[in-house]
């Protein structure tokens, strides 16, 4: 992959849907099977969808509730995505799929995320020391306090 492309899947990894993702294809995916075209189509960034799309990611992959990268293009409000995904072999069809829903995928979904902020919990009393990690359980609300 060109740094481009790195440099852009470390802004999605930056995300909290992709942060426990490692990106060592342009297609890898979260565990709702959202790839980095997903989110880059949430945010409407049509020049990071075309980096994505050169540089072979997958248009047609299904992620979240089933939708396609387009379906979040469309539903998102943004046509130029849209059709840009389309003249690019995004399936038509999509846009009106049937949504679904996977209690598993979304299971394993939080139990990474929490992994994951386990691991930056880690991460910050390790760099910051305790001071930090008191402060931040001081602000946080009761129910997430430990």
Not at 20 to 34: E, P, Q, W
Not at 128 to 134: A, E, I, P, T
Request: proline share 3%; glycine share 6%; hydrophobic share 40%.
């Amino acid at each position: 992959m060109n740094d481009q492309v790195l440099e852009l899947l470390r802004r999605v990894q930056s995300t909290a849907d992709f942060g426990y993702v490692r990106f060592d294809s342009i297609n890898a995916t979260n565990a709702l099977d959202d790839n980095a075209l997903h989110c880059v189509c949430v945010w409407g960034d049509l020049e990071a969808a075309k980096l994505l799309v050169e540089n072979g990611i997958n248009v047609n992959q299904r992620g979240e509730r089933g939708f396609t990268p387009l379906k979040v293009a469309v539903d998102f409000g943004f046509p130029r995505i849209a059709e840009y995904l389309i003249a690019n072999g995004a399936d038509r069809s999509a846009i009106d799929a049937e949504e679904t829903f996977d209690p598993e995928r979304h299971a394993l979904h939080l139990q990474r995320l929490g992994e994951h902020i386990e691991a930056l919990e880690k991460q910050i009393a390790e760099q910051c020391g305790n001071d930090v990690q008191q402060f931040v359980a001081a602000d946080a609300p009761p129910s997430a306090r430990r």
